[in-house]
């Protein structure tokens, strides 16, 4: 196989480290970006301590100047960017009548502002060299709306706005642009939710059980994959049968 060089935004959170080690065993050269550096270095020794060697460079992707310095360093270190997830995401649960201003503008901003802050870095070299991946991970509240995520649904219904577009502008170029949209995964987002509230979720999902990390990575590495070439603009549901969209 191809050992490719994949930045995946976010990659310290419990989806993102299944997607880092998925990638990594599959033989590409992974980065992420950080914002608490001491976090990050103890996830970066975790790892370590598991045999893999990853990438860790300074970063808010809310920012446009630190995602792009951000990808510079990534670049120095491991080479051009050849497959991105942009994964980095937030919540900021409230009703909508109650919800701030900063609640509503933290979430757009990581969450989708993002989208355009770490791609349009790297967009310019994919297209120049012809094969690139691209990968949001947006969510199945994108699809269906999520009480108290007004923010959060709009975000992430906008990161699938943003895939089908770049898709039909790069898919001459040998660029495919993806989407997977994951149901309630067992990580410390979805923890948060208050468990009466998490019991009610649970209870709606056909498999009877939160998905796994690494269930959403499966699906990260399918769009990822050489043999995938094809298959551009498409959203991917992972969600135990939560919402059966088409
Ligand atoms: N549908 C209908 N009514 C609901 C409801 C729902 N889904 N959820 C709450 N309500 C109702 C409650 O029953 C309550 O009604 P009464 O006042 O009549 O009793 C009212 O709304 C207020 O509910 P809360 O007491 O919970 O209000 P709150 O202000 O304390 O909290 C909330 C509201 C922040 C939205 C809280 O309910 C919550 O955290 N909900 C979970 C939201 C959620 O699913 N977030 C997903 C996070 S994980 C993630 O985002 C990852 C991913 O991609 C899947």
Redesign the pocket.
């Known amino acids: 196989m191809t050992s490719r060089v994949a930045l995946v935004t976010g990659g310290t959170g419990g989806i993102g480290t299944a997607i880092c080690k998925r990638l990594a065993r599959a033989g590409h050269r992974v980065a992420t970006n950080y914002r608490n550096e001491e976090k990050a270095r103890a996830w970066e020794q975790a790892a370590r301590a598991e045999g893999f060697d990853f990438t860790i460079v300074p970063g808010d992707v809310s920012k446009p100047e630190e995602a792009a310095a951000m990808v510079r360093r990534v670049e120095e270190a491991l080479g051009p960017v050849e497959i991105l997830v942009n994964n980095a995401?937030i919540?900021r649960?409230?009703?909508f009548h109650?919800m701030t201003p900063e609640q509503w503008n933290d979430v757009i901003a990581t969450n989708l502002n993002s989208c355009f802050n770490v791609t349009r870095p790297v967009i310019e070299g994919m297209r120049e060299r012809k094969w690139g991946r691209i990968v949001q991970i947006?969510?199945?509240?994108?699809q269906k709306g999520?009480?108290?995520?007004a923010n959060?649904a709009a975000a992430?219904a906008g990161m699938h706005g943003f895939t089908i577009s770049l898709a039909q502008e790069n898919a001459k170029l040998g660029i495919t642009v993806n989407t997977v949209?994951?149901?309630?995964?067992g990580?410390d987002?979805?923890m948060?939710?208050?468990e009466?509230?998490?019991e009610?979720?649970v209870a709606q999902i056909p498999t009877g059980r939160l998905g796994e990390p690494d269930e959403i990575a499966y699906a990260v590495s399918f769009f990822v994959a050489e043999e995938a070439a094809w298959i551009t603009g498409a959203n991917l549901a992972a969600?135990g049968g939560q919402y059966m969209g088409w």
């Open positions: 995401g919540t649960d409230s009703t109650k947006s969510s199945i509240n994108g999520q009480y108290g995520q959060y992430k949209s994951p149901g309630y995964i990580t987002m979805v948060a939710v208050p009466a509230v998490r009610k979720i969600n």
